[in-house]
């Protein structure tokens, strides 16, 4: 299973916190203390509850669920569109717009008039319009693109959130939390965890611990995509065996029984010897 040690997170900054004055008190159990008037995070904390984190993540990919990714703060859209991307799961990195979950219908609406520019746009409609038409559309696509194009493929809602800076994506991780899809948040000492199912303590503002996040959220998605295909290669190859095993036939009768019916029927036939 996908896991992060110790090392990778002190080398990453993520026992860094906010400074003391912005702090929450709902963070003070994953506080150890404060360094030069910044908070410095538990990661004897953080370790085993991202670890459970990732675990939950796998499980859901290896059930086919889809986790959709959220970070739309500068320092997270590169690397939430990469690892997205990379592991096969829909993406938000840009703004939220509101509603995106809880009035998902509107959304995939608006989708479907993102897909219609696309095929526009490489059928060579655009090019049979007058320029300013074609400008005017494609400045559209472009967008919605920006706005929904990591969640174009998405059918339905996902089966779980996961947020870098769950005080920056409030919005994302209160409609979910309306819905009851459970959000896996990195949180900052700044914000509360109180709408977050699995918290992870840590630093949401340096790039190596948002990199280190998400890299490893998409390692536990593909290694839970790849041992449900491992389980239904091994479903599938029994299955098979099952249905090439030949049927059992019927044992012959043994010769001396065989030998012992045929006599019985002999002497039955034949006529009683005279005394």
């Not at 929450?24 to 670890?51: C, Q, S, V």
């Not at 012959?252 to 006529?271: H, I």
């Amino acid at each position: 299973m996908a896991k992060v040690t110790m090392r990778q997170m002190l080398e990453a900054g993520v026992h860094f916190g906010h400074q003391t004055r912005f702090w929450n008190p709902r963070m003070a159990e994953y506080i150890f203390g404060d360094r030069n008037k910044i908070h410095i995070i538990n990661l004897e904390k953080t370790l085993p509850l991202f670890n459970d984190a990732l675990n939950a993540i796998s499980k859901i990919a290896s059930k086919n669920g889809k986790i959709l990714f959220v970070g739309t703060k500068r320092a997270a859209r590169s690397a939430i569109s990469e690892e997205a991307r990379r592991c096969g799961m829909p993406f938000v990195n840009h703004r939220w717009l509101g509603g995106m979950l809880t009035n998902f219908n509107t959304v995939r609406q608006s989708i479907r008039r993102l897909k219609e520019l696309e095929s526009m746009s490489t059928d060579g409609s655009f090019d049979r319009m007058i320029k300013k038409e074609a400008l005017t559309l494609t400045r559209e696509m472009d967008k919605l693109e920006k706005t929904l194009g990591g969640i174009k493929d998405m059918s339905g809602l996902p089966d779980a959130v996961f947020v870098i800076d769950t005080g920056n994506e409030k919005i994302a991780v209160h409609e979910a939390k309306v819905l009851g899809i459970p959000v896996i948040g990195v949180v900052d000492t700044n914000n509360s965890p109180d709408e977050v199912d699995y918290v992870v303590p840590g630093n949401d503002d340096a790039i190596r611990s948002i990199k280190l996040y998400i890299e490893a959220v998409a390692d536990a998605i593909i290694e839970g995509k790849a041992a449900s295909l491992n389980i239904g290669a091994a479903e599938e190859q029994e299955a098979g065996k099952k249905k090439a095993a030949p049927k059992k036939k019927e044992a012959p009768k043994a010769e001396d029984e065989a030998v012992a019916e045929e006599s019985a029927v002999t002497e039955e036939s034949a006529p009683a010897e005279e005394k």
